[in-house]
């Protein structure tokens, strides 16, 4: 069965403190696809990230990185010099291969971020 | 372009009491999803559709019914509405089985 675990489930930094957010996920598929999801206080999700399992090259976009490494499972997200805005709800979501073409998500449970100024 | 939007917003109903929720997507997105969040669990998928006329059961679909009559709208169904119901009620739509999923603003629905 697949699932993801954040075992973090809040954390609390100040301003400018770099922050990683880890998830360590468990699946039998051989391909699959991997995401992270924010969540503002707002409500709304907003799609981050998507990496494919083939692909373990790790990204920076801005302030934000994923560091994807299968040989522990992990995909895990670091925050850089993290703002108030960065307060928010992080979720990964694990796919189901692809080759069975549902697109289904299996969500961690969260972890909240507080960035204290 | 809305996106993905859900209507209402927010509900509450009587233990028994039924209701329909709808989610509707200008994207042209063949699959669509329906998942509730509740505290501490993360997004659970309730149903899903992958196509038009199609749909299929989640993680935890019982008590909920689905329709997706049209490609732009899927129809979350609670017919008989249960205190254990109370949830916000997210829906997502994607263009294929591996893109990333694009969410509607959530539904949160107390059931007394």
């Known amino acids: 069965a697949q699932k993801v675990t954040q075992a973090q489930t809040e954390i609390s930094v100040v301003e400018k403190e770099d922050v990683t957010l880890d998830c360590v996920y468990e699946?039998?598929?051989?391909?699959?696809?991997l995401f992270w999801y924010k969540q503002p206080p707002s409500g709304e999700l907003v799609f981050l990230i998507r990496r494919n399992s083939f692909d373990e090259q790790n990204e920076i976009s801005g302030r934000y990185s994923w560091n994807f490494q299968k040989s522990t499972s992990s995909f895990n997200f670091t925050i850089t010099a993290s703002q108030v805005v960065d307060s928010a709800v992080y979720f990964c979501?694990?796919?189901?291969?692809?080759?069975?073409?549902?697109?289904?998500?299996?969500f961690g449970q969260g972890t909240t971020l507080q960035v204290k100024p | 372009n809305a996106g993905v939007t859900q209507t209402p917003k927010f509900r509450v109903l009587k233990t028994g009491q039924s209701m329909t929720l709808l989610c509707a997507q200008d994207m042209n997105h063949e699959y669509m999803y329906w998942y509730r969040q509740d505290p501490g669990m993360g997004l659970r998928l309730i149903h899903y559709?992958?196509?038009?006329?199609?749909?299929a059961k989640g993680e935890v679909p019982d008590g909920y019914n689905v329709s997706r009559l049209k490609k732009q709208n899927f129809l979350l169904g609670l017919e008989s509405a249960a205190p254990s119901q109370t949830s916000v009620y997210f829906c997502?739509?994607?263009?294929?089985?591996?893109?990333?999923?694009?969410f509607g603003p959530g539904t949160r629905l107390t059931v007394l």
């Open positions: 979501a694990l796919s189901e291969s692809p080759h069975r073409n549902t697109g289904k998500l299996i």
């Open positions: 699946t039998r598929d051989t391909t699959y696809y």
């Open positions: 997502a739509s994607s263009y294929s089985g591996r893109a990333e999923q694009f």
């Open positions: 559709s992958v196509g038009e006329g199609t749909t």
